[in-house]
Protein backbone atom coordinates (compact mmCIF):
# COMPACT_ATOMS: atom_id res chain seq x y z
CA UNK A 1 0.00 0.00 0.00
CA UNK A 2 1.28 3.21 -0.54
CA UNK A 3 2.23 5.71 2.08
CA UNK A 4 0.55 8.89 0.74
CA UNK A 5 -2.44 6.75 -0.45
CA UNK A 6 -2.69 5.16 3.09
CA UNK A 7 -2.35 8.81 4.63
CA UNK A 8 -5.23 10.60 2.41
CA UNK A 9 -8.06 7.94 2.71
CA UNK A 10 -8.40 8.96 6.54
CA UNK A 11 -10.84 11.67 6.11
CA UNK A 12 -9.68 13.51 9.23
CA UNK A 13 -6.31 13.77 7.91
CA UNK A 14 -7.96 15.00 4.53
CA UNK A 15 -9.27 17.53 6.51
CA UNK A 16 -6.21 18.63 8.42
CA UNK A 17 -4.39 18.51 5.34
CA UNK A 18 -6.42 21.07 3.71
CA UNK A 19 -5.82 23.37 6.50
CA UNK A 20 -2.19 22.71 5.94
CA UNK A 21 -2.01 24.13 2.67
CA UNK A 22 -4.52 26.94 3.06
CA UNK A 23 -1.18 28.09 5.78
CA UNK A 24 0.86 27.75 3.50
CA UNK A 25 -1.45 29.77 0.39
CA UNK A 26 -1.99 31.97 3.34
CA UNK A 27 1.93 32.67 3.74
CA UNK A 28 2.16 33.23 0.22
CA UNK A 29 0.29 36.23 0.29
CA UNK A 30 2.27 38.25 2.45
CA UNK A 31 5.29 38.57 0.18
CA UNK A 32 3.32 40.27 -2.44
CA UNK A 33 1.98 42.73 -0.08
CA UNK A 34 4.97 43.48 1.20
CA UNK A 35 6.53 44.28 -2.18
CA UNK A 36 3.45 46.40 -3.18
CA UNK A 37 3.97 48.26 0.30
CA UNK A 38 7.66 48.74 -0.30
CA UNK A 39 7.13 49.86 -4.17
CA UNK A 40 4.19 51.90 -3.58
CA UNK A 41 4.79 53.32 -0.23
CA UNK A 42 1.38 54.29 0.94
CA UNK A 43 0.50 56.72 3.84
CA UNK A 44 -2.03 57.62 6.03
CA UNK A 45 -5.30 55.25 6.48
CA UNK A 46 -4.21 52.84 3.75
CA UNK A 47 -0.45 52.32 5.24
CA UNK A 48 -2.50 51.19 8.73
CA UNK A 49 -5.00 49.27 6.76
CA UNK A 50 -2.23 47.49 5.39
CA UNK A 51 -0.27 46.71 8.48
CA UNK A 52 -3.36 45.70 9.83
CA UNK A 53 -3.86 43.17 6.99
CA UNK A 54 -0.27 41.87 7.34
CA UNK A 55 -0.89 41.37 10.96
CA UNK A 56 -3.88 39.64 10.41
CA UNK A 57 -2.56 37.34 7.66
CA UNK A 58 0.45 36.57 10.03
CA UNK A 59 -1.39 35.99 12.92
CA UNK A 60 -4.16 33.65 10.78
CA UNK A 61 -1.07 31.93 9.40
CA UNK A 62 0.52 31.04 13.05
CA UNK A 63 -3.20 29.95 14.26
CA UNK A 64 -3.51 27.72 11.35
CA UNK A 65 -0.32 26.51 11.44
CA UNK A 66 -0.83 25.12 15.51
CA UNK A 67 -4.14 23.96 14.48
CA UNK A 68 -3.92 21.99 11.48
CA UNK A 69 -0.38 20.37 12.65
CA UNK A 70 -1.99 19.02 15.75
CA UNK A 71 -5.39 18.27 13.82
CA UNK A 72 -3.33 15.78 11.83
CA UNK A 73 -0.65 14.63 14.58
CA UNK A 74 -3.82 13.48 16.28
CA UNK A 75 -5.23 12.19 13.34
CA UNK A 76 -2.30 9.72 12.86
CA UNK A 77 -1.20 9.08 16.52
CA UNK A 78 -4.53 7.07 16.65
CA UNK A 79 -4.66 5.68 13.43
CA UNK A 80 -0.73 4.64 14.44
CA UNK A 81 -1.72 3.27 17.69
CA UNK A 82 -4.85 1.75 16.39
CA UNK A 83 -2.18 -0.16 13.54
CA UNK A 84 -0.27 -1.27 16.84
CA UNK A 85 -2.84 -2.26 18.89
CA UNK A 86 -4.33 -4.34 15.78
CA UNK A 87 -0.81 -6.19 14.98
CA UNK A 88 -0.63 -6.81 19.24
CA UNK A 89 -4.65 -8.11 19.54
CA UNK A 90 -3.31 -10.63 16.13
CA UNK A 91 -0.18 -11.91 17.77
CA UNK A 92 -2.49 -12.71 20.92
CA UNK A 93 -4.83 -14.79 18.44
CA UNK A 94 -1.72 -15.95 16.37
CA UNK A 95 -0.23 -19.76 16.06
CA UNK A 96 2.61 -19.50 18.13
CA UNK A 97 4.78 -21.59 15.21
CA UNK A 98 3.90 -18.28 12.97
CA UNK A 99 4.88 -15.95 15.71
CA UNK A 100 7.90 -17.82 16.00
CA UNK A 101 8.68 -17.66 12.04
CA UNK A 102 7.96 -13.77 12.22
CA UNK A 103 9.62 -12.81 15.02
CA UNK A 104 12.04 -10.91 13.36
CA UNK A 105 9.23 -8.66 11.51
CA UNK A 106 7.82 -8.74 14.96
CA UNK A 107 11.20 -6.80 16.53
CA UNK A 108 11.13 -4.72 13.65
CA UNK A 109 7.69 -3.64 14.47
CA UNK A 110 8.20 -1.11 17.32
CA UNK A 111 11.10 0.60 14.87
CA UNK A 112 8.78 0.30 11.79
CA UNK A 113 5.53 2.09 14.10
CA UNK A 114 8.19 5.01 14.88
CA UNK A 115 9.53 5.68 11.09
CA UNK A 116 5.38 5.92 9.75
CA UNK A 117 4.72 8.09 13.35
CA UNK A 118 7.82 10.51 12.32
CA UNK A 119 7.31 10.51 9.07
CA UNK A 120 3.36 11.28 9.32
CA UNK A 121 4.22 14.28 11.51
CA UNK A 122 6.46 15.80 8.77
CA UNK A 123 3.61 15.68 6.41
CA UNK A 124 2.23 19.03 7.37
CA UNK A 125 5.26 20.96 6.88
CA UNK A 126 5.64 19.19 3.44
CA UNK A 127 1.93 20.45 2.54
CA UNK A 128 2.62 24.04 4.11
CA UNK A 129 5.90 24.17 1.74
CA UNK A 130 4.74 23.13 -1.36
CA UNK A 131 1.57 25.47 -1.56
CA UNK A 132 3.94 28.29 -0.05
CA UNK A 133 6.04 27.77 -2.97
CA UNK A 134 2.87 27.48 -5.47
CA UNK A 135 1.55 30.83 -4.02
CA UNK A 136 5.01 32.24 -4.52
CA UNK A 137 4.78 31.41 -8.38
CA UNK A 138 1.39 32.49 -9.01
CA UNK A 139 2.58 35.85 -7.73
CA UNK A 140 5.39 35.99 -10.02
CA UNK A 141 3.28 34.72 -13.06
CA UNK A 142 1.11 37.89 -12.13
CA UNK A 143 4.17 40.15 -12.21
CA UNK A 144 6.29 38.28 -15.37
CA UNK A 145 4.35 36.22 -17.14
CA UNK A 146 6.30 34.02 -19.22
CA UNK A 147 9.33 34.77 -17.40
CA UNK A 148 7.84 32.19 -14.37
CA UNK A 149 8.11 29.18 -16.37
CA UNK A 150 11.79 29.98 -16.99
CA UNK A 151 12.11 30.32 -12.98
CA UNK A 152 9.77 27.13 -12.54
CA UNK A 153 11.52 25.07 -14.74
CA UNK A 154 15.26 25.86 -13.14
CA UNK A 155 14.17 25.59 -9.62
CA UNK A 156 11.70 22.16 -10.40
CA UNK A 157 15.02 20.37 -12.28
CA UNK A 158 17.25 21.73 -9.35
CA UNK A 159 14.78 20.15 -6.70
CA UNK A 160 13.86 17.16 -8.49
CA UNK A 161 17.68 16.64 -8.38
CA UNK A 162 17.65 17.50 -5.27
CA UNK A 163 15.08 15.09 -4.24
CA UNK A 164 16.64 11.85 -6.10
CA UNK A 165 19.98 12.65 -4.08
CA UNK A 166 18.42 12.55 -0.55
CA UNK A 167 16.60 9.65 -1.85
CA UNK A 168 19.50 8.00 -2.65
CA UNK A 169 21.15 9.12 1.04
CA UNK A 170 18.61 7.35 2.50
CA UNK A 171 18.59 3.77 0.70
CA UNK A 172 22.10 4.02 1.10
CA UNK A 173 21.61 4.05 4.71
CA UNK A 174 18.84 1.80 4.76
CA UNK A 175 21.47 -0.43 3.12
CA UNK A 176 24.45 0.35 5.17
CA UNK A 177 22.21 -1.35 8.66
CA UNK A 178 21.81 -4.34 6.90
CA UNK A 179 25.13 -4.92 5.40
CA UNK A 180 26.80 -3.74 8.46
CA UNK A 181 24.76 -6.51 10.50
CA UNK A 182 26.18 -9.11 7.48
CA UNK A 183 29.60 -8.52 8.68
CA UNK A 184 28.84 -8.30 12.63
CA UNK A 185 27.38 -11.52 11.84
CA UNK A 186 30.31 -13.27 9.97
CA UNK A 187 32.78 -11.86 12.46
CA UNK A 188 30.60 -13.53 15.05
CA UNK A 189 30.88 -16.84 13.54
CA UNK A 190 34.86 -15.99 13.45
CA UNK A 191 35.28 -15.67 16.71
CA UNK A 192 32.27 -18.47 18.21
CA UNK A 193 34.24 -20.64 16.08
CA UNK A 194 37.45 -20.13 16.64
CA UNK A 195 38.37 -24.02 17.77
CA UNK A 196 36.72 -25.29 14.98
CA UNK A 197 38.54 -23.23 12.83
CA UNK A 198 42.16 -23.52 14.14
CA UNK A 199 41.13 -27.67 13.65
CA UNK A 200 39.47 -26.65 9.69
CA UNK A 201 42.23 -24.16 7.62
CA UNK A 202 39.09 -24.76 4.38
CA UNK A 203 36.65 -23.66 6.83
CA UNK A 204 38.60 -20.33 8.35
CA UNK A 205 39.37 -19.48 4.77
CA UNK A 206 35.54 -19.58 3.91
CA UNK A 207 34.79 -17.76 6.68
CA UNK A 208 37.38 -15.43 6.02
CA UNK A 209 36.32 -15.03 2.54
CA UNK A 210 32.74 -14.29 3.65
CA UNK A 211 33.99 -11.82 5.89
CA UNK A 212 35.72 -9.80 3.02
CA UNK A 213 32.95 -10.05 0.58
CA UNK A 214 30.73 -8.30 3.01
CA UNK A 215 33.13 -6.17 3.75
CA UNK A 216 33.31 -5.22 0.42
CA UNK A 217 29.57 -4.64 -0.12
CA UNK A 218 29.78 -2.44 3.18
CA UNK A 219 31.76 -0.36 1.46
CA UNK A 220 30.23 -0.06 -1.64
CA UNK A 221 26.95 1.42 0.20
CA UNK A 222 29.45 3.60 1.77
CA UNK A 223 30.99 4.95 -1.08
CA UNK A 224 27.55 5.26 -2.72
CA UNK A 225 26.15 7.53 0.62
CA UNK A 226 29.65 9.64 0.25
CA UNK A 227 28.75 10.56 -3.21
CA UNK A 228 25.26 11.45 -2.59
CA UNK A 229 26.80 13.56 0.42
CA UNK A 230 29.00 15.30 -1.85
CA UNK A 231 26.42 16.08 -5.02
CA UNK A 232 24.49 17.58 -1.81
CA UNK A 233 27.10 19.51 -0.41
CA UNK A 234 28.51 20.60 -3.63
CA UNK A 235 24.76 21.63 -4.55
CA UNK A 236 24.24 23.89 -1.44
CA UNK A 237 27.62 25.78 -2.55
CA UNK A 238 26.58 26.65 -6.24
CA UNK A 239 22.75 27.95 -4.92
CA UNK A 240 24.21 31.28 -4.52
CA UNK A 241 25.81 31.24 -8.43
CA UNK A 242 22.75 29.47 -9.68
CA UNK A 243 20.38 31.92 -7.93
CA UNK A 244 22.49 34.98 -9.61
CA UNK A 245 22.83 33.23 -12.97
CA UNK A 246 19.26 33.00 -12.76
CA UNK A 247 18.38 36.76 -11.97
CA UNK A 248 21.36 38.12 -14.28
CA UNK A 249 18.91 35.77 -16.88
CA UNK A 250 15.31 36.95 -16.07
CA UNK A 251 16.67 40.99 -16.00
CA UNK A 252 19.33 41.22 -18.93
CA UNK A 253 18.07 38.26 -20.99
CA UNK A 254 15.20 38.21 -23.61
CA UNK A 255 12.79 38.57 -20.44
CA UNK A 256 14.00 42.39 -19.79
CA UNK A 257 12.24 42.09 -16.75
CA UNK A 258 11.42 45.60 -14.94
CA UNK A 259 13.37 46.62 -11.89
CA UNK A 260 9.86 46.33 -9.48
CA UNK A 261 9.11 42.57 -11.48
CA UNK A 262 13.05 41.99 -10.38
CA UNK A 263 12.86 42.60 -6.98
CA UNK A 264 9.71 40.49 -6.89
CA UNK A 265 11.64 37.68 -8.17
CA UNK A 266 14.77 38.51 -5.77
CA UNK A 267 12.11 38.11 -2.92
CA UNK A 268 10.54 34.87 -4.42
CA UNK A 269 13.48 33.07 -4.65
CA UNK A 270 15.19 33.60 -1.44
CA UNK A 271 11.85 33.31 0.36
CA UNK A 272 10.90 29.85 -1.42
CA UNK A 273 14.43 28.89 0.04
CA UNK A 274 13.26 27.86 3.03
CA UNK A 275 9.94 25.69 1.95
CA UNK A 276 12.33 24.58 -0.89
CA UNK A 277 14.65 22.52 1.74
CA UNK A 278 11.88 21.98 3.52
CA UNK A 279 10.28 18.99 0.56
CA UNK A 280 14.05 17.72 0.47
CA UNK A 281 12.58 15.87 3.36
CA UNK A 282 10.19 13.49 1.83
CA UNK A 283 12.52 11.61 0.19
CA UNK A 284 12.13 9.95 4.13
CA UNK A 285 8.51 8.76 2.69
CA UNK A 286 10.90 6.31 0.97
CA UNK A 287 11.37 4.70 4.83
CA UNK A 288 7.43 5.17 5.28
CA UNK A 289 6.89 3.37 2.27
CA UNK A 290 8.86 -0.19 3.66
CA UNK A 291 8.12 0.48 7.19
CA UNK A 292 4.17 0.57 6.28
CA UNK A 293 4.53 -2.60 3.78
CA UNK A 294 5.82 -4.86 6.50
CA UNK A 295 3.86 -3.51 9.10
CA UNK A 296 0.50 -4.18 6.18
CA UNK A 297 2.08 -7.91 5.31
CA UNK A 298 2.96 -8.56 9.35
CA UNK A 299 -0.38 -8.12 10.14
CA UNK A 300 -2.12 -10.31 7.01
CA UNK A 301 0.47 -12.98 7.65
CA UNK A 302 -0.82 -12.99 11.19
CA UNK A 303 -4.38 -13.02 10.27
CA UNK A 304 -4.40 -15.84 8.72
CA UNK A 305 -3.22 -17.50 11.69
CA UNK A 306 -5.66 -17.38 14.28
CA UNK A 307 -6.61 -19.81 16.70
CA UNK A 308 -8.37 -17.78 19.12
CA UNK A 309 -7.41 -16.71 22.67
CA UNK A 310 -7.79 -19.46 25.73
CA UNK A 311 -10.44 -20.16 27.51
CA UNK A 312 -11.54 -17.95 30.31
CA UNK A 313 -11.68 -20.57 32.92
CA UNK A 314 -9.76 -23.87 34.16
CA UNK A 315 -11.38 -26.84 35.19
CA UNK A 316 -10.60 -29.76 37.17
CA UNK A 317 -8.59 -32.87 34.98
CA UNK A 318 -9.69 -36.46 35.59
CA UNK A 319 -7.15 -37.52 32.59
CA UNK A 320 -4.72 -35.87 29.95
CA UNK A 321 -4.59 -38.13 26.64
CA UNK A 322 -2.76 -37.58 23.43
CA UNK A 323 -3.99 -40.21 21.06
CA UNK A 324 -1.90 -40.57 17.64
CA UNK A 325 -0.93 -37.10 17.54
CA UNK A 326 1.47 -35.81 15.24
CA UNK A 327 3.22 -32.50 14.55
CA UNK A 328 5.41 -31.77 11.11
CA UNK A 329 8.02 -29.32 10.95
CA UNK A 330 8.69 -27.21 7.61
CA UNK A 331 11.46 -28.92 7.03
CA UNK A 332 10.17 -32.00 6.97
CA UNK A 333 10.60 -33.40 10.94
CA UNK A 334 8.09 -34.52 12.85
CA UNK A 335 7.37 -35.65 16.37
CA UNK A 336 4.58 -38.41 16.89
CA UNK A 337 2.40 -40.32 16.60
CA UNK A 338 2.49 -40.18 20.16
CA UNK A 339 -0.01 -41.77 22.63
CA UNK A 340 -0.03 -41.01 26.45
CA UNK A 341 -2.11 -40.73 29.09
CA UNK A 342 -1.34 -38.28 31.80
CA UNK A 343 -3.51 -38.43 35.76
CA UNK A 344 -3.27 -35.96 38.31
CA UNK A 345 -1.14 -36.66 41.39
CA UNK A 346 1.07 -38.03 38.44
CA UNK A 347 4.85 -36.50 38.61
CA UNK A 348 6.42 -37.39 34.96
CA UNK A 349 9.89 -36.65 33.19
CA UNK A 350 10.22 -36.39 30.15
CA UNK A 351 13.96 -37.01 29.00
CA UNK A 352 15.80 -37.58 26.19
CA UNK A 353 18.86 -36.00 23.81
CA UNK A 354 18.62 -32.14 22.34
CA UNK A 355 16.33 -32.27 18.99
CA UNK A 356 14.65 -35.61 20.28
CA UNK A 357 11.53 -33.32 20.07
CA UNK A 358 10.85 -32.82 24.25
CA UNK A 359 9.68 -29.36 23.90
CA UNK A 360 7.84 -29.40 20.93
CA UNK A 361 5.44 -32.45 22.50
CA UNK A 362 5.08 -30.18 25.39
CA UNK A 363 3.89 -27.43 23.07
CA UNK A 364 1.56 -29.91 21.35
CA UNK A 365 -0.24 -31.48 24.42
CA UNK A 366 -0.49 -27.80 25.79
CA UNK A 367 -2.00 -26.86 22.63
CA UNK A 368 0.78 -24.40 21.61
CA UNK A 369 1.30 -26.01 18.14
CA UNK A 370 -1.53 -27.45 16.62
CA UNK A 371 -1.44 -31.35 15.94
CA UNK A 372 -1.14 -32.50 12.21
CA UNK A 373 -2.28 -35.49 12.75
CA UNK A 374 -4.56 -37.22 15.97
CA UNK A 375 -6.77 -35.97 19.11
CA UNK A 376 -6.01 -34.42 22.37
CA UNK A 377 -8.54 -35.36 25.14
CA UNK A 378 -9.38 -33.77 28.57
CA UNK A 379 -11.18 -36.13 30.84
CA UNK A 380 -12.55 -38.13 27.98
CA UNK A 381 -13.43 -35.42 25.86
CA UNK A 382 -12.38 -33.59 22.21
CA UNK A 383 -11.72 -29.61 23.13
CA UNK A 384 -10.88 -26.66 21.33
CA UNK A 385 -7.10 -25.80 21.72
CA UNK A 386 -8.29 -22.46 23.04
CA UNK A 387 -10.47 -24.70 25.96
CA UNK A 388 -6.74 -26.83 26.62
CA UNK A 389 -4.79 -24.22 26.76
CA UNK A 390 -6.63 -22.61 29.79
CA UNK A 391 -5.58 -25.79 31.71
CA UNK A 392 -1.84 -25.08 31.56
CA UNK A 393 0.98 -23.36 33.37
CA UNK A 394 4.11 -23.79 31.34
CA UNK A 395 8.00 -22.77 32.05
CA UNK A 396 9.88 -22.87 29.11
CA UNK A 397 13.64 -23.03 28.77
CA UNK A 398 13.86 -19.79 27.37
CA UNK A 399 12.28 -18.40 30.19
CA UNK A 400 10.33 -15.46 29.66
CA UNK A 401 11.04 -11.90 32.00
CA UNK A 402 7.62 -9.84 32.17
CA UNK A 403 8.16 -6.89 34.22
CA UNK A 404 4.51 -7.48 35.83
CA UNK A 405 2.69 -10.24 36.82
CA UNK A 406 -0.05 -10.07 34.21
CA UNK A 407 -3.20 -11.11 34.77
CA UNK A 408 -2.31 -13.00 38.16
CA UNK A 409 -4.92 -13.18 40.80
CA UNK A 410 -2.61 -12.99 43.59
CA UNK A 411 -2.32 -10.45 46.74
CA UNK A 412 1.36 -8.75 46.98
CA UNK A 413 1.53 -11.41 50.00
CA UNK A 414 1.02 -14.18 47.86
CA UNK A 415 3.81 -12.74 45.47
CA UNK A 416 6.50 -11.84 48.32
CA UNK A 417 5.79 -15.49 49.35
CA UNK A 418 6.27 -17.34 46.19
CA UNK A 419 9.28 -14.82 45.37
CA UNK A 420 10.82 -16.11 48.83
CA UNK A 421 9.92 -19.95 47.94
CA UNK A 422 11.85 -19.66 44.91
CA UNK A 423 15.54 -17.90 46.52
CA UNK A 424 14.51 -14.53 45.54
CA UNK A 425 13.44 -13.17 48.59
CA UNK A 426 15.69 -9.77 49.24
CA UNK A 427 16.62 -9.92 45.34
CA UNK A 428 13.50 -9.16 43.46
CA UNK A 429 10.09 -6.99 45.20
CA UNK A 430 6.94 -6.01 43.45
CA UNK A 431 7.25 -2.29 43.65
CA UNK A 432 4.02 -0.40 42.74
CA UNK A 433 2.72 -3.51 40.57
CA UNK A 434 6.35 -4.20 38.81
CA UNK A 435 9.14 -6.42 39.34
CA UNK A 436 12.39 -5.33 40.15
CA UNK A 437 15.06 -5.04 39.11
CA UNK A 438 15.16 -7.17 36.57
CA UNK A 439 18.45 -7.33 35.45
CA UNK A 440 19.08 -11.07 36.80
CA UNK A 441 21.21 -13.71 35.75
CA UNK A 442 19.73 -16.65 33.74
CA UNK A 443 19.23 -18.70 36.57
CA UNK A 444 17.28 -15.85 39.00
CA UNK A 445 15.01 -15.31 35.69
CA UNK A 446 13.81 -18.54 36.03
CA UNK A 447 13.25 -18.71 39.03
CA UNK A 448 11.49 -15.66 38.70
CA UNK A 449 9.31 -17.10 36.04
CA UNK A 450 8.81 -20.31 38.07
CA UNK A 451 7.38 -17.93 40.88
CA UNK A 452 4.76 -16.57 38.49
CA UNK A 453 3.85 -20.26 37.49
CA UNK A 454 3.06 -21.54 41.06
CA UNK A 455 1.18 -18.76 41.55
CA UNK A 456 -1.51 -19.63 38.49
CA UNK A 457 -2.47 -22.59 40.16
CA UNK A 458 -3.45 -24.75 37.12
CA UNK A 459 -4.55 -28.33 37.16
CA UNK A 460 -1.67 -29.18 34.41
CA UNK A 461 2.11 -27.97 35.07
CA UNK A 462 4.89 -28.12 32.69
CA UNK A 463 8.37 -27.69 33.38
CA UNK A 464 11.01 -27.68 30.28
CA UNK A 465 14.59 -28.06 31.73
CA UNK A 466 13.64 -25.34 34.68
CA UNK A 467 16.53 -27.02 36.43
CA UNK A 468 19.33 -25.57 34.30
CA UNK A 469 21.63 -23.32 35.44
CA UNK A 470 20.48 -23.52 38.95
CA UNK A 471 23.22 -24.23 42.03
CA UNK A 472 23.06 -28.09 43.11
CA UNK A 473 20.68 -26.97 46.57
CA UNK A 474 18.24 -25.48 44.43
CA UNK A 475 18.21 -28.26 41.92
CA UNK A 476 17.64 -30.42 44.95
CA UNK A 477 14.83 -28.53 46.45
CA UNK A 478 13.13 -28.18 42.80
CA UNK A 479 13.12 -32.19 42.07
CA UNK A 480 12.83 -33.49 45.48
CA UNK A 481 10.88 -31.28 47.34
CA UNK A 482 8.64 -29.15 45.07
CA UNK A 483 7.56 -31.48 42.16
CA UNK A 484 6.45 -34.00 44.20
CA UNK A 485 4.55 -31.44 46.54
CA UNK A 486 2.54 -29.82 43.12
CA UNK A 487 1.37 -33.86 42.22
CA UNK A 488 0.56 -34.76 46.07
CA UNK A 489 -1.99 -31.40 45.23
CA UNK A 490 -3.20 -33.21 42.38
CA UNK A 491 -1.87 -31.26 39.71
CA UNK A 492 -0.35 -32.85 36.49
CA UNK A 493 3.18 -32.08 36.74
CA UNK A 494 5.33 -32.64 33.68
CA UNK A 495 8.78 -31.94 33.93
CA UNK A 496 11.81 -31.97 30.93
CA UNK A 497 15.11 -32.81 32.64
CA UNK A 498 18.49 -34.00 31.90
CA UNK A 499 19.66 -34.83 35.27
CA UNK A 500 19.66 -38.89 35.66
CA UNK A 501 20.39 -38.21 39.23
CA UNK A 502 16.52 -37.10 40.23
CA UNK A 503 14.63 -40.23 37.79
CA UNK A 504 14.07 -42.09 40.48
CA UNK A 505 11.27 -38.83 42.07
CA UNK A 506 9.42 -39.17 39.24
CA UNK A 507 6.46 -41.71 39.27
CA UNK A 508 6.81 -42.27 35.31
CA UNK A 509 10.03 -41.11 32.66
CA UNK A 510 9.23 -40.96 29.49
CA UNK A 511 12.29 -40.93 26.71
CA UNK A 512 12.11 -39.63 23.25
CA UNK A 513 14.05 -40.17 20.44
CA UNK A 514 13.82 -38.71 17.02
CA UNK A 515 10.14 -37.23 17.77
CA UNK A 516 9.11 -40.41 18.63
CA UNK A 517 8.50 -42.04 22.56
CA UNK A 518 11.13 -44.78 23.13
CA UNK A 519 9.89 -46.01 26.78
CA UNK A 520 7.15 -44.76 28.58
CA UNK A 521 8.85 -46.44 32.20
CA UNK A 522 7.72 -46.53 36.48
CA UNK A 523 10.36 -44.89 38.18
CA UNK A 524 11.81 -48.31 39.54
CA UNK A 525 13.13 -48.99 36.02
CA UNK A 526 14.13 -45.08 35.62
CA UNK A 527 17.54 -45.60 36.60
CA UNK A 528 17.71 -47.14 33.08
CA UNK A 529 17.32 -43.99 31.09
CA UNK A 530 20.67 -42.54 30.41
CA UNK A 531 21.14 -39.04 28.27
Known amino acids: MSFLRWLFALRAARVASAACAASGMIKSLALPLAIWVVNNRPEGWLFAALAVGYAGLAVTAYLTDIRSSDALAAVLGDVIHTLRLSIVDRVRRAELRVVEQNQGTLALMTRDLEDLRAVSGLMQGYLRAAFEILGYLLYAFSV????????????????????????????????????????????????????????????????????????????????????????????????????????????????????????????????????????????????AERALERLCALERTLATAEIGLPGAQAGLVDRLELRKVVFRFEDGFAVGPIGLTFRPGELVFVVGHNGSGK??????????????????????????RAALRAHFTVTFADAWLFERPYGLDATPEQIAAALAEVGLGGVVDLCDGAFEPLELSTGQQRRLALAVALLERRPIAIFDEWDAHQDPETK?????????????????????????????????????????????????????VHE
Open 476 to 528: RWYFETLLPRLAREGRVVIAVCHDARYFAAADRVIEMKSGQVLTDSVASSSAE
Open 144 to 287: AGLGTLALIAGLGWLFWGMLNNARAQRLALSDYGAREEAVGRGLNDLWTGMPRFLLDRPAMRAVRDEVRLRRHQLDETLAAHDRAESVSAAFNMAQPLIMCGLLTLLVTGPFGLSGTAAFAFVSIIFMTRGPSFALLGMGRIVL
Open 359 to 384: TTLMKIMSGLYPASHGKIYLNGKSVS
